[in-house]
Structure formats: C-alpha cells, structure tokens
C-alpha cells in the first residue's frame, strides 16, 4: 500500500450484531410514540434518545480504536450488546415504572465502554476517554436515580443528563 492510499477497516460481523441491537432499541423508540401518541411521549423519546445515541457513538468510536480482536474484547462488546439489549426492553415503560431499570443498564453499558476503552493501544485515546470518562458517569448516574425516582424529578435529571 503506497502513502497516498487510505486503509479502510472491515466492520465485523460483531459490529453489525451490535448496530440490530441499536436498530431494536429504535424501534422501542418508535413504538413509544405509536403506542401512545402525544406530545408527552414525543419529549420521553428524545430524552432518552439523546442519551442513548451519545454511547451509541461511545461505541462507534470505541469500535474504531480498540479492536475487538481478543476473546476478552469481544465477550465484552457481547456484554456491551447485552446492555443495550435490556436498555431497549426497558424503554416502553422507562417514564412509567421500569426507568429503574433502564438506567441501571444504561450504567452498565457505560462501564463497559470505559472497561474496554482502557484497552487502548494509544495513550492518546487513553487519555481522551478519561476525559470524557467523568461526563459519561455523571450521565448514566443522572438516569439510573431519575429512573429511580420517577415523575418530575425524573424529567428533570433525564434532561439534565442530555445536556451533560
């Protein structure tokens, strides 16, 4: 490969497994507003997509600079996945009873993303991470106690934690 050529990485299938499972938290989103249509649920739905699509890019990012070419790597994208996964499933009722446990994985899938981004090979990246480390916690403990709270106080730390 000659200097002036651009090297572009494959996305494994690992990667695309993850991308269905973000589709299905969008369509968890989208059931939301068919389910119950009204401006209320409209502003639920931005809340949380707008916390979901920031580790959403987390991964996205993640993918490109740490590899998942080990075994522990890829149990922990797996385990990442996971995450996203009972995210999704808590997102009819996260404004009505499960926000709980919605922020709870949303917790988890942070952890994860910092666990594996540790993995660096680049301090650089390394060091970026840390940087945003402490914003992405302060997110996810914003949504795990206003799912645990619930009602106006939820609104108000989900909001907040969007514009963390």
Do not use: K
């Not at 200097?3 to 990667?15: A, H, S, Y």
């Not at 695309?16 to 209320?40: E, G, K, M």
């Not at 997509?49 to 890829?74: D, E, F, K, Q």
Request: hydrophobic fraction near 60%; include cysteine; charge should be negative.
């Amino acid at each position: 490969m000659d200097e002036g050529t651009l090297q572009i990485d494959e996305v494994t299938p690992l990667e695309l497994f993850f991308d269905l499972v973000f589709v299905f938290t969008i369509t968890q989103l989208t059931a939301v507003l068919y389910h119950r249509p009204s401006w209320r649920s409209l502003g639920e739905v931005a809340i949380m997509l707008c916390v979901i699509w920031w580790m959403y890019g987390g991964y996205a990012w993640l993918t490109n600079a740490v590899p998942s070419h080990t075994p522990s790597r890829r149990f922990l994208l797996l385990a990442g996945m996971g995450g996203f996964f009972v995210l999704a499933l808590a997102v009819p009722g996260a404004f009505h009873g499960s926000g709980l446990a919605f922020g709870l994985a949303y917790l988890f899938v942070v952890t994860v993303h910092l666990v594996l981004f540790m993995q660096a090979a680049s301090a650089g990246v390394v060091r970026a991470i840390l940087q945003l480390a402490p914003f992405n916690v302060l997110c996810a403990l914003l949504v795990v106690i206003g799912g645990a709270a619930g009602g106006s106080v939820q609104w108000v730390l989900w909001a907040s934690a969007c514009l963390v």
